[in-house]
């Protein structure tokens, strides 16, 4: 049977150029009733909202990065809720919009509060919240200023309900979740965007859900290690996945469209800092010289590239 309840899809339109464009068409789905439009379908079976590029504020709600959701025969699995238990709510309403089977996992990229924050949502018996092993520890340890800063910048109104829920399955390496019909695979990685990064790959379309591994037009954020983010990035393009999805940027991209800028940001900003260091520099005086050959490539430069470098500062100086 089916796990899809009867909508409209173009597969001609995914299947005709999917390997050919950069930015991979996906299917559109036009079911009935609430959350409709709410998440495109960009690969049989898997469906992504796409956030905005912004940092939290009322008029957002949260709505600020990539949660999705994959459909088995026997079940569902959500992978990040978004940033407020709006963004949470809509996309249940979109999940039930699709399917009838229900929601079996809870998967967190990391620990990041716009992957994480509309979790409560799905908080029922019989929902297993999964994540890396080190996702709790990095939760928890941030737990109060995720919640005071977010209740201040989003307002109420998105803000309450919100509840920070360690996962209760710890992946350490790769593990294997069946949906029916079709299973997830998610792996743990060495510290790279965080700590805690954790990708999820569906069996059956090769989709990679990537989390903050990977950023499009909104520039990247480091609160890991950016020589382990180069390393496994590296690693990733040895065998490339045929489609991803990016933790902020379009629905769906091939590999190679949605790396190549990342990579070329990581670069610029690890070798224009390295040189500062040699050169002698301060940390503030690299925070102003590193890294600005990227400046037009990226959105939201302002409000995050000086707390990059200073990340890569901190960890390059030791080398
Ligand atoms: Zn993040």
Redesign the pocket.
């Known amino acids: 049977m089916s796990p899809m309840k009867s909508m409209t899809i173009d597969r001609r339109a995914c299947l005709g150029g999917v390997l050919a464009a950069a930015a991979l068409p996906f299917i559109r789905i036009v079911p009935a009733g609430a959350g409709a439009g709410y998440a495109a379908e960009i690969a049989p079976g898997v469906f992504v909202h796409r956030g905005q590029h912004a940092i939290f504020s009322p008029g957002n709600q949260g709505d600020i990065s990539n949660p999705g959701f994959v459909v088995g025969e026997e079940a569902v699995a959500v992978i990040d809720t978004g940033g407020s238990p709006v963004v949470g709510r809509a996309l249940q309403a979109a999940v039930t919009a699709v399917t009838d089977k229900p929601v079996r996992y809870v998967i967190n990229t ?1 620990m ?1 509060p ?2 994480v924050f509309g979790n409560a949502v799905f908080e029922r018996d019989g929902v297993t919240f999964a994540g890396h092993r080190k996702l709790e520890r990095g939760l928890l340890a941030r737990a109060d200023r995720y919640l005071a800063i977010n209740k201040e910048l989003l307002g109420p109104a998105a803000f309450d309900g919100t509840k920070i829920i360690p996962p209760g399955l710890k992946v350490d390496g790769v593990r294997t979740l069946d949906l029916g019909g079709r299973t997830l695979e998610l792996t743990a990685h060495p510290t790279a ?2 700590d805690n990064d954790l990708t999820v790959k569906d069996s059956i379309t090769g989709t990679v859900f990537m989390g ?1 591994l990977l950023f499009v037009e909104h520039i990247p ?1 480091i ?1 890991g290690s950016i020589k382990g983010w180069m390393a496994l990035l590296d690693e990733f393009g040895q065998s490339p996945p045929v489609r991803v999805v990016p ?1 902020h940027g379009p629905a769906a991209l091939a590999w190679s469209a949605a790396a190549a800028p990342l990579q070329r940001y990581l670069n610029a900003v690890a070798s224009d800092v390295r040189l500062l260091i040699k050169q002698g520099k301060t940390l503030a005086e690299a925070t102003e010289m590193a890294g600005l050959s990227e400046k037009d490539a990226w959105l939201l430069w302002d409000e995050y590239h000086k707390r990059n470098v200073s990340a890569a500062f901190a960890e390059l100086e030791w080398e």
Request: glycine share 10%; net charge negative; charged share 30%.
């Open positions: 990391h990041h716009d992957h965007h965080t903050d954020t609160d933790g």
